[in-house]
């Protein structure tokens, strides 16, 4: 088994709750083979409260986790990006900074429960569909033998995920 922890970005618009939940969700779940970030093209500056109960519902760590510009991540100094996955149709049409090291991408498109209008229930109904359905794409991602598949592979592979659901 290979030692080399993999840098995941999650990118959003807002990047207050689907990119939050897989970085938070990731973070824990795959803690000893990934370093997980996420970030947005228009951060909304605030993480939604109702993606930080559905993290903390599931048992998962909601300590740190902020509303970010993907700037932070496209400067030199920045970590290498070993994986690039955007979860909203925005972030995946809009033009993207250049990714030093031409690291793999993929798009895995949710829906914005954060846009939602309703009744306090649907919307937090929503947020937990949205919650699972991520969850369930990280478990899969998971299970990709990393460390054995050549580049050109894994990214037919990620592929094969992100046109699962979109």
Same mark, same amino acid.
């Given at each position: 088994m290979s030692d080399k922890i993999y840098n995941v970005l999650f990118l959003c618009t807002g990047n207050s709750a689907r990119s939050i939940m897989a970085e938070a969700m990731l973070n824990a779940m795959g803690k000893d083979r990934f370093k997980v970030y996420s970030a947005g093209s228009h951060p909304n500056g605030k993480v939604n409260p109702m993606a930080i109960e559905q993290i903390a519902?599931? #048992?998962?760590? @909601?300590? #740190?986790?902020? $509303?970010? $510009?993907?700037?932070?991540?496209?400067s030199s100094d920045a970590p290498h990006m070993d994986f690039v996955i955007t979860v909203c149709d925005k972030a995946a049409g809009e033009v993207c900074p250049f990714w030093p090291g031409q690291p793999m991408t993929a798009h895995w498109g949710f829906q914005d429960p954060a846009e939602l209008k309703g $009744?306090?229930?649907? =919307? +937090?109904? @929503?947020?937990?569909? /949205?919650?699972?359905? =991520?969850?369930t794409r990280l &478990? /899969?991602?998971?299970?990709?033998?990393?460390?054995?598949?050549?580049?050109?592979?894994?990214? +037919?592979?990620? &592929?094969k995920i992100g046109l699962n659901h979109s």
């Open positions: 519902h599931l #048992g998962f760590d @909601t300590t #740190g986790l902020r $509303s970010k $510009s993907w700037d932070e991540f496209a $009744s306090e229930v649907e =919307i +937090r109904q @929503t947020f937990a569909r /949205i919650c699972r359905e =991520i969850k &478990d /899969i991602f998971l299970s990709l033998p990393l460390n054995k598949l050549e580049k050109l592979a894994l990214q +037919r592979e990620l &592929d």
